[in-house]
């Protein structure tokens, strides 16, 4: 007897405590923090022993990281400016805007990386936005419903927030701390009415800041949110219907008055943002003509209304396998840089979730079965919400963008959790209410086992992967199908003690499986952690070491306007180098939203594939096109050889170090050309060192400007090169395509360099490597045969050598490869021409330009072409002649997007200055001081009001 009742004892003070646990506010909110802090000390130490720090070998290792750490590096420095030439070619500082989150949480990363790597301290603090977030929700949802309810679901969204696109592209991360603090600005607002409306201006500024891009989906997001659940309050309102339409509509006119107040004082960001991406990138928006014709045909160029399936740009057949992944994202964790449940290559509709649990998703269901006026309205707005997000023309409207990205419109996701949430609450973890609603849950979940069970046994031909690891797709799907079979089971037995007067087991199984869903999904977001962070590491440790090698050796000064070509190797550690280091102009660059005024020039003179937002470039590194791209400094290999007349050599610790002898900091043309289609790839590269190339001649005509005829250039450079083919051999095991070379005559060895094309895939082959050998090698190890230096080589000896080999990074067999041999009298005659113009001087110093230049005597139009990208945000300062006269220098389009000044008939001695002024800058620097205003004027006598009050109540 005594035992029983000290048994019943001991389960009553266990029961008590665990009532006492949550029955108070901080220990949930303790718990949270505790397994959050487990996870980062595990996923660090992890990271930290394989020497590289938390990243997904994405779009984040090639973007986003190298994006900040050039700009905490250049913080450090005190080189920060408005103009930003480590991007290629150069470009406004806001380009980068939307990879640099300007909010607390990028501050704490900076602080953190004095005492580590840029990379990892950036790691880190991004794990804290999911986090705070969660903790955040916690806080939310406590104010409305129980600390168990709001406990899961902060569990729920940083799995579900975290195991999509958010930790491919960093910066989302933050949705995830600033939606949910949208949603309490919000409650605050409907529920306390008066002084937190002044606080949604502040909300608007720091969303702008933190990312211009998402502020427009976060801001959308709070709208529908404000409306949702002041439309669904307002049911629960005795007051007249009149009544309460007229309360509606004023306070959601205070709201986005207050909401657009704030976008006005944020617009000193948020207008050169906006403009450089609207006006100066492929990232254009759409016309209403265009989507109101996607309504009705299948249009390529919007997809806006409904998903079809694209092959070479032609719109085929309904994407089916679109909307199957939709409904699959409801049921796992989906890992899109491990797995792609969509068409290959269908980028808009990757890194998209509607992943709450399949828990969540449970009492997603039986939210549509509460009863209650607030319920009810609520509904509408979550099953609208829901529908637009399968047509595709409103993630275009949501997305602020042509292609309907599904990782822009995630307003479903958040009200499909507040919504989960309400049921959670109201049937406090159980399945009270609708039998029907339990049916239909039933139903739903046993589609979703259906659903995972088809995949399992017909993988991979539905879901498409992005590295084809089979083992991790069963380690991602088997664990899903036994989940969602046990909450079948969980609900099957619910059912059946339902049917008999009885429940109690779904109140307790359901949130452990949610529990259980959250380790999981936790261990599949950190399941791609390998070591490739560690060559992250030592490629930017080894090529800082070797820039700064270089800087020692030659009088380097940046404000110069040269570039540093370092040869390397092209990987995702490298892609974005330039912005990573900022003093080197590697040739390969990657940004979403940069759609570089170069193209023109890459794909007409140097037959560069032309990507908007990517580029692989070696055309302006050889001796003829290095000026064209102010290439002065070269670091290379060991085994490539330069021209020691024209290039000082020095070798440190197996590495060549570079330097153009002579000194072009920039090009003066007097002569000109249109584009030259019928010239040929060596004809063209020659040209464009001696003329300058202008698009458009009807635009300049009355600068004077003269076409040269293209007979005339030809001529000009008909006894400097020669043109053959070489045979092709075979094809290494290692993917290297080998020529003979031994069959070319005898004249090519009156030449001075050598200019390899393929005459398929033109331009893709060369971005591997290119060796030169008299025997096939037997081995993979090449690097004791001679190099050449992207598709070039120097010296008169090419003919000695038998065998080419070059490394095929193609699909597409390139059996054939045109050689022009070239002389260098096209690159002396070009040094003679410049060497007439005298006393040459350029400095860059952040956003000021200086250039001087003596000009000889004669009558001609001259265009000083620099080698930044031409944009119509520099300006040239007024220049006067010796009579006070005023100068009219013009920036002009010049070489395909460099930046170009016209200099007048009769002018020697050029002095000019230009400033660089983003565009927008100025207009939104004016309408944030007047938004300032507006908001002061509102807020100090707001304050003051509620201070006498304060002092009036005290009083009495």
């Known amino acids: 007897m005594e035992n029983t009742t000290t048994k019943d004892s001991f389960k009553h003070k266990i029961k008590n405590a665990w009532n006492a646990f949550w029955n108070n506010k901080w220990y949930p909110f303790l718990t949270l923090l505790v397994l959050f802090a487990i996870i980062l000390i595990i996923v660090f130490i992890y990271t930290d022993d394989r020497g590289g720090f938390l990243h997904m070998n994405s779009d984040d290792l090639i973007q986003y990281y190298p994006y900040i750490s050039g700009f905490f590096d250049k913080i450090k420095q005190g080189n920060v400016s408005l103009y930003d030439t480590s991007l290629f070619g150069g470009v406004s500082f806001f380009s980068a805007a939307y990879y640099i989150p300007l ?37 939310v949802f406590t104010r409305k419903f129980n600390t168990k309810v709001s406990f899961l679901c902060a569990l729920i969204l940083f799995c579900g927030g975290t195991t999509e696109s958010y930790y491919i592209f960093p910066v989302y991360l933050g949705i995830c701390f600033y939606a949910p603090l949208g949603m309490l600005l919000i409650d605050l607002c409907i529920e306390k009415k008066g002084y937190y409306y002044l606080l949604l201006p502040i909300y608007s500024v720091m969303v702008i800041l933190y990312d211009f891009y998402i502020a427009y989906m976060l801001l959308a997001f709070t709208s529908i949110y404000f409306v949702a659940t002041m439309f669904a309050s307002l049911g629960n309102s005795t007051d007249a ?69 694209n092959e070479h740009g032609t719109i085929v057949d309904f994407s089916w396998r679109h909307y199957f992944t939709q409904w699959m994202n409801l049921f796992i964790p989906n890992d899109p840089h491990q797995l792609c449940l969509v068409e290959p290559g269908d980028y808009i509709r990757e890194h998209a979730t509607m992943y709450i649990t399949c828990g969540g998703f449970i009492y997603f269901i039986y939210f549509f079965f509460q009863r209650g006026k607030y319920e009810n309205r609520l509904k509408f707005f979550v ?148 070591n490739t962070s560690a060559r992250y590491y030592t490629a930017k440790t080894t090529n800082e070491a070797r820039l700064n090698t270089m800087k020692e050796i030659y009088d380097y000064d940046k404000k110069n306007g040269y570039r540093t070509n370092l040869y390397t190797i092209f990987g995702r550690e490298t892609t974005n180098l330039n912005i990573l280091e900022g003093d080197v102009n590697f040739g390969r660059f990657f940004q979403s939203f940069y759609n570089t005024p170069l193209n023109t020039v890459l794909k007409s003179y140097y037959e560069e594939p032309s990507n908007s937002w990517s580029r692989t470039f070696n055309g302006g590194y050889s001796l003829i096109s290095g000026p064209i791209f102010n290439t002065k400094y070269i670091i290379s290999n060991e085994n490539i050889h330069l021209p020691l007349n024209y290039y000082n ?162 699909k597409n067999t390139v059996t054939t490869a045109r050689i022009y041999g070239y002389k260098y009298s096209i690159y002396d005659d070009f040094i003679t021409k410049q060497n007439s113009y005298t006393n040459k001087e350029f400095v860059l110093d952040g956003t000021k330009m200086s250039i001087k230049v003596t000009m000889p005597e004669d009558t001609s139009v001259k265009v000083i072409k620099t080698g930044y990208t031409y944009s119509s945000e520099w300006e040239i300062n007024q220049v006067f002649d010796s009579n006070n006269n005023p100068i009219d220098f013009k920036t002009i389009n010049i070489d395909g997007g460099f930046l170009g000044i016209v200099v007048p008939k009769g002018i020697q001695n050029v002095d000019i200055t230009l400033n660089f002024s983003p565009e927008g800058l100025s207009t939104g620097l004016k309408i944030s001081l007047v938004g300032i205003i507006i908001y002061a004027g509102i807020l100090i006598p707001t304050v003051l009001v509620f201070i006498i009050k304060k002092k009036k109540r005290v009083t009495e």
């Open 103 to 139: 909010d607390i949480f990028t501050f704490l990363a900076f602080l953190l990386s004095f005492f580590m790597e840029n990379e990892t301290a950036y790691a880190i603090i991004n794990f804290m936005r999911p986090v705070c977030g969660a903790l955040l929700l916690y806080y």
């Open 241 to 309: 219907h009149n009544k309460r339409v007229l309360e509606f509509f004023k306070r959601f006119f205070e709201y986005l008055l207050f909401v657009l107040l704030g976008v006005v004082i944020g617009a000193f960001f948020l207008m050169p943002s906006a403009l450089y991406i609207m006006h100066q990138t492929s990232r254009n928006g759409t016309s209403l003509k265009d989507i109101i014709y996607s309504l009705f045909n299948k249009n390529p160029s919007i997809e806006s209304y409904w998903y079809f399936n």
């Open 383 to 530: 099953l609208l919400m829901n529908i637009l997000l399968c047509i595709p023309l409103f993630c275009v409207i949501f997305g602020f963008n042509t292609a309907p990205y599904l990782r822009w419109f995630f307003i479903p996701y958040f009200l499909n959790l507040y919504a989960a949430a309400i049921a959670m609450n109201q049937t406090n973890l159980k399945a009270t209410g609708s039998k029907v609603g339990l049916y239909i849950t039933i139903l739903m979940i046993t589609l979703g086992l259906i659903s995972m069970v088809y995949v399992l046994m017909l993988s991979p031909s539905v879901f498409i992967h992005y590295k084809n690891v089979g083992d991790y797709f069963y380690l991602l799907l088997i664990p899903s199908l036994v989940a969602i079979s046990l909450y079948l089971l969980i609900l099957l037995l619910t059912l059946s003690f339902k049917l008999r007067g009885k429940d109690f087991l779904h109140g307790k199984a359901i949130p452990i499986l949610i529990f259980l869903e959250f380790v999981f999904a936790t261990i599949i977001i950190f399941a791609n952690v390998d």
């Open 649 to 810: 050599e020095t070798i440190k610790e197996n590495t060549k170090y570079y330097e153009l002898k002579d000194d072009i900091p920039f090009i003066v043309y007097d002569t000109f050309m249109g584009a030259q289609t019928s010239f040929n790839s060596i004809q063209k590269q020659a040209s464009i060192l001696h003329y300058g190339y202008i698009e458009d001649f009807d635009a300049v005509k009355d600068l004077g400007i003269i076409e040269t005829p293209s007979g005339e250039i030809r001529a000009k450079f008909n006894n400097t090169y020669m043109t053959g083919y070489l045979t092709f051999v075979s094809e290494t095991d290692n993917h290297y395509y080998i020529y003979d070379i031994s069959k070319l005559s005898s004249a090519y060895k009156n030449y001075d360099a050598y200019m390899i094309m393929p005459t398929t895939e033109i331009r893709r082959l060369t971005h591997g490597f290119m060796y030169l050998a008299n025997e096939i090698p037997t081995t993979t190890d090449y690097t004791n045969l001679t190099q050449l230096h992207y598709n070039t080589y120097y010296g008169n000896d090419l003919c000695n050598y038998k065998y080419l080999l070059v490394e095929n990074n193609t």
